[in-house]
């Protein structure tokens, strides 16, 4: 798969809050590295990552846009946007709407299916919107 259909298919499985298309568009050991959630690895921890997102954002929109690709590796700016109304990563609800922006990096297979993803955030942005 390349990074310009990923994003595609990424933004509508994330839109239409579908956590099995997100998990269809991976591999293992889909493994997974954010500031927000630390190193992950499986798809079963993707599959739960993805619940727990789409419960502690029940409107979340993503609007993604590919930036590149080189090899294996491409590389995309992710933007996220919703309504905090439930728990995330240890984040009461607030009720607040966030807008977040990230750089994603991911890794294809041989058959186009994402096995790695790291994400760079700005942390100190997340925490002023999801604190309190």
């Known amino acids: 798969m390349h990074i310009h259909e990923f994003a595609r298919a990424a933004a509508a499985a994330v839109n239409a809050h579908d956590p099995a298309a997100v998990v269809a568009l991976w591999a293992e ?20 990552r993805e619940e727990a997102l789409f419960a502690a954002f029940s409107d979340l929109r993503a609007t993604i ?8 590796t491409g590389a995309m ?27 994603a990096v991911v890794t294809f297979d041989d058959h186009g299916r994402v096995v790695a993803e ?15």
Not at 90 to 97: K, L, S
Request: aromatic fraction near 8%; hydrophobic fraction near 45%; glycine fraction near 12%.
């Open 77 to 103: 700016l992710v933007r996220f946007d919703g309504t905090h109304d439930g728990v995330y990563g240890g984040f009461a609800a607030t009720g607040r709407v966030i807008d977040l922006e990230m750089i």
């Open 118 to 132: 790291r994400v760079f955030i700005d942390s100190a942005t997340v925490a002023a919107q999801l604190a309190a």
């Open 65 to 72: 846009a590919p930036l590149g690709q080189e090899g294996d």
């Open 29 to 48: 050991p889909a493994a997974y590295h954010s500031p927000l959630t630390g190193a992950q690895s499986g798809l079963h921890a993707l599959q739960e």
